[in-house]
């Protein structure tokens, strides 16, 4: 606290006027990061009429986020922390893979609704996609079984098969 306290030029009591603890202030700061990464993630699908294109450009976007140091860090120390500090845990779920869940069952809701799709629960439809497109690595990284970021080659291969899968069972017959 005292290192950030200086770095902000403010003193340590200022910090906890407005953080109650050092956790609460390190998720403040991932969620402003989080918020920052996230800015053209959701753009992707909105942006391309395309349904594999848009669903493509998403999966990578959201895979380079996650795999990215910063986030696994983030996702690390959260976990690390929320069997004392429930809430935390809670407010960093809501507030990131819930949200981001929810912005994209909204997508597939207007792309049922268009015609292109068929799925009877869009909540659970965009978490398996989400999930599909991590599938071998994200965990691996996690867990520092791997250290370094999969090459975009890679990413793109597994976003490939997620968009082929997913659309598999969701697409229009």
């Not at 391309?48 to 990215?68: K, N």
């Not at 809501?94 to 929810?102: D, I, M, T, V």
């Amino acid at each position: 606290m005292s290192d950030i306290a200086a770095a902000a030029n403010v003193s340590k009591g200022t910090l906890y006027v407005y953080f109650e603890d050092k956790e609460h202030l390190f998720v403040a700061l991932i969620e402003r990061e989080r918020e920052e990464q996230k800015r053209g993630i959701f753009e992707a699908l909105d942006d391309d009429p395309d349904l594999g294109h848009a669903l493509t450009h998403f999966g990578e976007r959201i895979v380079q986020l996650l795999v990215c140091d910063f986030a696994l860090s983030a996702q690390r120390i959260v976990v690390g922390v929320a069997e004392r500090m429930p809430d935390l845990g809670r407010e960093f779920y809501e507030n990131g893979p819930l949200q981001g869940a929810r912005r994209i069952a909204g997508y597939l809701d207007r792309k049922v609704a268009e015609g292109q799709l068929e799925i009877d629960d869009t909540a659970l439809a965009a978490v398996q996609f989400v999930d599909l497109c991590q599938s071998t690595l994200l965990r691996p990284r996690l867990f520092n079984a791997v250290r370094e970021r999969p090459s975009d080659a890679e990413i793109s291969r597994v976003v490939a098969s997620a968009v082929a899968m997913f659309l598999a069972r969701y697409g229009k017959r």
